[in-house]
């Protein structure tokens, strides 16, 4: 996985290879990467967008600072627009951003077996916790 954020514009970007998410249960990681996200032909999920009015002063706030992700989520192929919840702090030349969010495999052109689409959430919640340096002082 890579990440970076830049401190001047807000600009955020990660990548998260398929096989990186983690399951509960092993044979639904088995099953999440083999039948339905393809993680063979699409090996990774990426994220380009920026944080909303952001302005670098939230940075020297104490503790984590609530601002919007605002940017593009491709998945599976299939690109979208999205717009979720999230926190930055700083800890020491690092930046902590993390988020929560609810991915509908559909919009993501995930299919789901019939057979086993009664036991498949609808939704999928994401969650992200990023780590990483800034590009800019």
Excluded at 10 to 31: I, N, R
Excluded at 109 to 130: F, M, Q
């Amino acid at each position: 996985m890579g990440a970076a954020v830049d401190v001047q514009s807000g600009q955020v970007v990660f990548t998260v290879l398929m096989k990186a998410f983690v399951f509960p249960k092993l044979l639904m990681q088995t099953h999440f990467n083999e039948n339905y996200v393809e993680s063979e032909k699409y090996p990774k999920a990426t994220f380009s967008g920026h944080l909303v009015a952001f302005e670098a002063a939230v940075l020297a706030g104490p503790g984590p600072q609530a601002v919007p992700v605002e940017g593009d989520l491709t998945i599976h192929g299939v690109t979208r627009r999205v717009r979720v919840p999230g926190t930055l702090a700083r800890q020491g030349n690092y930046l902590l951003v993390n988020t929560k969010f609810a991915v509908a495999p559909a919009d993501y052109n995930i299919e789901i077996p019939a057979l086993v689409r009664g036991h498949v959430a609808k939704s999928v919640d994401v969650t992200v916790a990023l780590t990483c340096a800034p590009l800019a002082p």
